[in-house]
């Protein structure tokens, strides 16, 4: 089942699952929380239940032809859109070509599913025209089309996007649901201690858990153990010594946020 898939969310789940099995589903979502607690995933795995030529639309099988091709990306009627880094730049921004192109394709009836399914990843780095330029998508929103916004700060939205959203919120993982992804997809036995110190350098993000376990990239160059030295033992009148240390290590530019995490 689709949503046995998503751990740790039991809240956004049984919400949807009602909106599933009642049948009003809105015309749009925001999905928001920090990232990688499950908020895309659940994206996926709710155009797959909507359009499941099995269990559709309370569930989804993850067998059929739609939903391998949901997985994979490749559905007709699936249109995901992520930020870009622009040449030169060092932001990666949604811009208006891109929400013009998504505007082009949500004017025709799905192809092949129930539904379509757009999944607007990072969306509050959409700039300000593209923003706009969705807004009236959202304020007309085309006939049997699913809008998924995905946001870690929904702040950043334009307050006129949030609210023609139904927003769903996304909370840290918790440890139980760390430990059954961690044996499950990383297969490391990782012991209690382990965990423990997992959890509190992850936030309980799945992003970071996967950072927090690769002790090597860290700990073989001692920057860790150095750092926490270093906080341990300075004081006002020392503060010299932070300087130095975080000017030497700012010059690492290829591992600067390796060093920060």
Known sequence: M???NILGQDRPKESLKRSLQSGRIPNSYLFYGQ???GKKLTAYELG???NCTILGPIDSCDDCSSCLKIEKGIHPDGHTLEPQIPPGARQAVIKIDAIRELQKKLTYLPYEGQTKIVILDDAENMNLQAANSFLKT???PPSKTLIILIASNPYQ???TIVSRC??????PLPIEAIK???S???LLETGENQLEEVEIRSQRSMGRVALALNENLIESSGHREELIDLITEVSFKQMDRAFRWTKEQGKQVDRIQLILD
């Open 2 to 4: 689709s949503f046995d």
């Open 35 to 37: 990232d990688s607690v």
């Open 48 to 50: 797959k239940a909507l």
């Open 138 to 140: 959202l304020e007309e």
């Open 157 to 159: 939205l334009l307050p």
């Open 166 to 171: 139904q927003g769903i919120r996304f909370h």
């Open 180 to 182: 059954r992804i961690v």
């Open 184 to 186: 499950k997809h990383l």
